[in-house]
């Protein structure tokens, strides 16, 4: 009687167990966890819709966070400055110009004036992150995916104080083209992150708002600013990471069967 529950305690310990696998505790390997970084970049971009109308293209200059959580998936916040001189200035000012378009000055000379495009817009964003090479200090990422934010644009004028009053003051605003609303973009870039050395990314972004003028009337074309305009761009951004801060990896066990 002793010698069968024997065996039947030795049958039932076996058959509890894979056939031909056996759990062994192997060599010890490191996880990543929560990194941080500051990003800091420049942005080259087409437009397309209405902001193609007065801007045919502009740089941005995006200064962002951005949470990674052990490089399966990423969250941000950035804030994006608008910088560009490319101003399409046909028919900006309107019937104030003389029959060869030129806009006249105090003393009856050509004025001279600069135009240029500001603006900034600040967003939200979401990546799914996908590994493609990884080593003991360094790793490189696909990022896919989009986000969400505010974005304002605007035409700026310089010339000699007092010398254009057409467009001085309070006129500027009715030729502006001053737009803000909301803006929806997508994003596919490549990540590097180096432990030991400078971090970067390297991507394509299209974005797509629909805002409404400021300014409740138009000077160049006398019509009221009514209804909503959609702005499209669609171009390349490079940005640097700077670990701000980040928690040291841990040693997990991983197993393996045999």
């Given at each position: 009687m002793q010698f069968l529950k024997r065996y039947i305690l030795i049958i039932?310990?076996?058959?509890?167990?894979?056939?031909?696998?056996?759990?062994?505790?192997?060599?010890?390997?490191?996880?990543?966890?929560?990194?941080?970084?500051?990003?800091?970049?420049?942005?080259?971009?087409?437009?397309?819709?209405?902001?193609?109308?007065?801007?045919?293209?502009?740089?941005?200059?995006?200064?962002?966070?951005?949470?990674?959580?052990?490089?399966?998936?990423s969250i941000g916040a950035e804030y994006c400055f608008y910088l560009g001189s490319n101003v399409n200035q046909d028919g900006i000012y309107g019937s104030m110009t003389d029959d060869s378009g030129v806009l006249?000055?105090?003393?009856?000379?050509?004025?001279?004036?600069?135009?240029?495009?500001?603006?900034?817009?600040?967003r939200v964003f979401?990546?799914?992150?996908?590994?493609?090479?990884?080593?003991?200090?360094?790793?490189?990422?696909?990022?896919?995916?989009?986000?969400?934010?505010?974005?304002?644009h605007f035409t700026k004028f310089t010339f000699d104080i007092d010398q254009v009053p057409q467009i001085d003051g309070n006129f500027q605003g009715g030729y502006n083209r001053h737009t803000q609303g909301t803006q929806i973009f997508e994003q596919v870039k490549l990540q590097y992150i180096n432990n030991d050395a400078i971090s970067f990314t390297l991507g394509f972004e299209a974005g797509q708002g629909q805002g409404t003028r400021v300014h409740p009337y138009d000077f160049a074309s006398q019509n009221p600013n009514s209804g909503k305009v959609i702005d499209t761009y669609i171009g390349g951004v490079f940005s640097i990471m700077i670990p701000i801060h980040y928690r040291d990896r841990v040693n997990e066990v991983d197993y393996y069967m045999e």
């Open positions: 039932f310990i076996f058959g509890t167990l894979p056939s031909n696998a056996q759990r062994i505790e192997g060599p010890e390997t490191q996880k990543e966890k929560r990194w941080f970084f500051l990003h800091a970049g420049l942005g080259y971009f087409g437009t397309g819709g209405d902001w193609s109308q007065r801007y045919p293209t502009h740089l941005s200059v995006p200064l962002g966070i951005e949470y990674s959580h052990r490089s399966n998936w006249i000055d105090m003393n009856g000379y050509p004025a001279v004036i600069r135009t240029y495009q500001r603006g900034f817009s600040t979401a990546l799914k992150n996908w590994l493609l090479l990884k080593s003991r200090n360094s790793r490189w990422l696909l990022q896919t995916g989009g986000g969400i934010g505010y974005y304002n």
